[in-house]
């Protein structure tokens, strides 16, 4: 037996098919008592017997695994809907609308039988997860007229046919299809390929047809309640659809009539009825657009809209109904807005996208930020996509700002660093404290979180370095053209626009990145991690209040919500660069997601040390010395040392080997090491190991050559060194190896921002274009093409014109930024 669990409010049996209110272990308690995971699993053995546990043989065994890893949903108070994203994690009771446009085909002759296949798996899948799970569907009429079309062909005689000759058979009109007639034929057919799709995942399903009258008369709506929690009981997946073959053409003034009472005209209606009736948690309306735009969908200003407030109705600005149905957005928002009311929250989203279709369901149950969320509770804040446009329309004035102005904010935010550490230090505590009670960072992390008075003093000193090299940035004339007389061309450094710095366990990356961001005139979105809240809090405050020098507060911004990671990787239409600082498992996460967005750094640092058979045994062990053991979480540090051949069973190797002992670093052998050794350490699972603790591995190579080959295999690019006293050695490798940074005779640890003299660093890049190696100031920056004519036009140039190209260079050393000299 397995651990003992409380499952509080209800036992709720899903993996056999049974829901019960009552708890089975005997001991008559009601539904609100507390009982054992023990006990109900002694009362499943009982029911061995049951015909349903005898179809499902696993069930037993599933339900324990999903008991004990704490995996099954439990029924939550109805009453009150999600005021969040994120909560949609906890639903129960969910039901699925999907729309016309969703289930036929873009002919509306037939079904899309690929996509509602995708949606058959995700609704077995959540199913199976122990939720339960309803369908309202459409298609019956697209379905029916496909059967009936084929139908009218076929029941043409060969006669009429051969005397109606072949063109004419072509050109024959199809009659009208009356559209109750189509229900009627297609209801059954588009039953039966439900049935066919759920039965692939073991999952048993039944139709349900009802008409508004139904919800009229209290006996049949309490007869289909009923029905309804049956169904669910048995773990039956209900899928309900109006019964399009006797049902009469909706009311034109029929309409939402109040909290109690709703007019099934379609099926956006019907969902909403039904979701309130059998107090769902969730409805998802999937329809063929995003979700909820402010104006119609494909009009210039149209946004979509994340979230969506009952008080914001007057707002939007609706569109025409879609290709198919008899709804529209405005149905949808109304009867949205109606199953709110009802307690039911809801996702209006797109169900035809090929990209997403695969996972709409599940990743809207998952809290992702996909289609529109319905929400009574309104963020005390802006959203992130507000703070977002703020961000771009403050970051273009700091832009325009003269560059001793932005210098005088970078000087102010130093100043403030010093001046507040009291403040600071006593935020950081905080995180400290609370971090270390929770006890789920790593020392390594540990310590990325941690401030002190020096580290503040440093950073201070490192935002007065930008403040110096902002002079002369944005602006900057890189080349200047005389394209022909009068007409000059300019290519000048302007800001990339707005920047999504990602960063955990580092609040001391925050001051760095603004001034940077600041110095480059870049507007700047800030996400860090919970574990630094109060730090990065304070430290965002100390920024803006630098900003407000100049009137520029709004131009960073800090996103405190809810906002998932991958949520914020798709505004690709409102940020122009991510710049992830944290491990490598999070840089790798973020270019996985940012689809649409440029990401600048590095995923792994891996970074090699060889020291050739010319090297300077003192030299050796320092730079080794220091590249592991300074600072071994950083990303500059040392992960593999490659030893040549000749140092082997050599004091300089016994020495190497004694530094790193009595440093503490565990040594993990690479496979040719270890075929030289008798007794060797712990062989290497992977070259490519970035251990980012004291952990090295050792390796073996024959010769320069060798090491450059073996950093091209397992190194990623980042940051390399050479050891030897041979020039020509070293140039070779310098050559050769085309890592971000490469080294002579110096540490590993000098690729930083900082040590460059850059004054300080976004991070670290190792791709192939735009900014490499530590990124500080210019690589925030990009350029654009300033042509200064006086009416020329490219016909002036042609054979008949009176005009010819000079393309003359002109000297640019002695232009300042913005400025422009005289002919």
């Known amino acids: 037996m397995f651990t003992c669990r409380p499952l509080v409010l209800e036992i709720e049996i899903q993996t056999h098919g049974l829901y019960n209110n009552f708890c089975h272990c005997g001991c008559d308690t009601d539904k609100s008592t507390a009982c054992c995971t023990d006990q109900v699993t002694m009362y499943l053995q009982r029911m061995l017997s049951c015909s349903l546990l005898l179809a499902r043989p696993n069930a037993l065994q599933t339900f324990r695994r999903a008991a004990s890893q704490g995996k099954m949903p439990l029924a939550r108070a109805h009453g009150k809907s999600f005021a969040h994203r994120s909560e949609l994690r906890q639903a129960k009771r969910i039901v699925v609308k999907l729309g016309s446009a969703v289930v036929t085909r873009g002919d509306e002759c037939g079904l899309a039988l690929g996509r509602l296949a995708s949606i058959v798996e995700q609704v077995a899948v959540l199913q199976n997860q122990g939720r339960e799970m309803m369908i309202v569907t459409s298609g019956a009429v697209a379905f029916g007229k496909q059967r009936l079309r084929h139908e009218i062909l076929l029941s043409q005689s060969v006669r009429q046919a051969l005397h109606s000759g072949q063109n004419q058979l072509k050109d024959m009109a199809m009659p009208v299809l009356e559209a109750r007639a189509c229900a009627a034929a297609g209801q059954s057919g588009l039953m039966a390929l439900y049935e066919a799709m759920f039965t692939q995942y073991s999952t048993c399903t039944a139709q349900i047809l009802v008409t508004n009258l139904d919800f009229h008369d209290d006996q049949k709506r309490r007869n289909l309640n009923s029905t309804l929690h049956e169904l669910l009981r048995m773990n039956i997946v209900p899928i309900i659809n109006t019964n399009d073959a006797v049902v009469p053409p909706p009311e034109p003034n029929s309409d939402l009539q109040g909290v109690n009472v709703i007019s099934i005209k379609d099926n956006d209606s019907l969902a909403a009825r039904l979701a309130v009736e059998m107090r769902a948690d969730l409805l998802i309306a999937l329809s063929d657009v995003e979700g909820l735009y402010d104006s119609p969908p494909g009009s210039d200003d149209a946004k979509l809209l994340d979230t969506f407030y009952p008080g914001d109705q007057h707002s939007i600005t609706y569109g ?127 310590k990325r979180l941690s401030l002190s008075s020096s580290k503040l003093n440093s950073l201070s000193i490192g935002l007065r370095q930008i403040a110096v090299s902002s002079q002369d940035s944005v602006g900057r004339v890189l080349r200047r053209t005389r394209v022909a007389n009068n007409l000059e061309l300019e290519q000048i450094t302007v800001p990339i626009g707005v920047l999504l710095v990602i960063f955990e366990s580092r609040p001391d990356c925050l001051p760095q990145v603004s001034a940077l961001a600041i110095a480059s005139g870049n507007a700047l979105l800030l996400k860090g991690g919970k574990e630094a809240a109060n730090t ?93 053991c300074d600072y071994p979480a950083a990303c500059n540090a040392m992960e593999t040392l490659l030893v040549h051949r000749d140092l082997l069973r050599t004091p300089v190797f016994d020495q190497i080997i004694d530094m790193l002992r009595t440093e503490h670093v565990k040594i993990h052998a690479g496979p040719k090491f270890a075929s030289y050794l008798t007794f060797s350490p712990s062989e290497v699972k992977s070259l490519r ?36 006293e041979n020039e020509d050695t070293a140039e070779q490798f310098l050559q050769q190896l085309d890592s971000a940074c490469v080294f002579w005779n110096a540490s590993s ?75």
């Open 320 to 446: 025409t109904k879609s290709r198919v149905g008899i709804g529209g957005m405005e149905a949808k928002v109304k009867a949205a807005l109606w199953a709110l009311q009802g307690g039911t929250s809801v996702v209006i989203a797109n169900g035809t996208h090929p990209k997403v279709t695969g996972h709409v369901i599940t990743d809207i149950v998952e809290g992702k930020k996909l289609g529109t969320f319905f929400s009574e509770v309104k963020p005390a804040g802006p959203t992130v996509e507000q703070q977002t446009e703020m961000a771009r329309s403050a970051g273009r004035t700091l832009a325009s700002l003269e560059p001793e102005q932005r210098s005088d904010i970078i000087c102010a935010l130093a100043d403030l660093l010093t001046e507040r550490k009291d403040e600071i230090l006593s935020a950081n505590k905080k995180d400290m404290e609370h971090a270390v009670s929770i006890g789920r960072l790593s020392p390594a992390l540990l």
């Open 536 to 628: 990065n809090r304070i430290l965002h405050e100390l920024a803006q209040e630098a900003l407000s020098l100049h009137g520029v507060k709004d131009a960073i911004q800090l996103v405190s919500t809810r906002e998932e990671v991958e949520d914020l990787c798709r505004l690709e239409k409102m940020i122009d660069l991510i710049i992830p600082r944290g491990s490598s498992q999070l840089v790798r996460d973020i270019q996985r997601a940012a689809k649409g967005i440029p990401v600048l750094g590095h995923s792994e640092g891996i970074c090699h040390v060889y020291v050739d058979h010319e090297a300077s045994i003192d030299k050796a062990i320092k730079i080794i010395r220091d590249s592991k």
């Open 689 to 724: 190991t970035e251990y980012g603790d004291l952990e090295c591995c050792i390796e073996v190579v024959d010769s320069m050559q060798e090491a450059v080959d073996h950093i091209h295999k397992y190194g990623s690019s980042h940051t390399d060194v050479i050891v030897t």
């Open 749 to 823: 640890r000098f690729a930083d921002g900082y040590r460059f003299g850059l004054g300080a660093e976004v991070g670290i890049s190792t791709a192939r274009i735009h900014a490499r190696g530590p990124v500080g100031l210019e690589g925030l920056l990009t350029t654009k093409w300033v042509l200064r004519g006086d009416g020329h036009t490219a016909a002036d140039f042609s054979e008949q014109g009176s005009m010819t190209y000079l393309h003359e260079n002109i000297p640019v050393a002695q232009l300042l930024p913005g400025r422009r000299t005289t002919n």
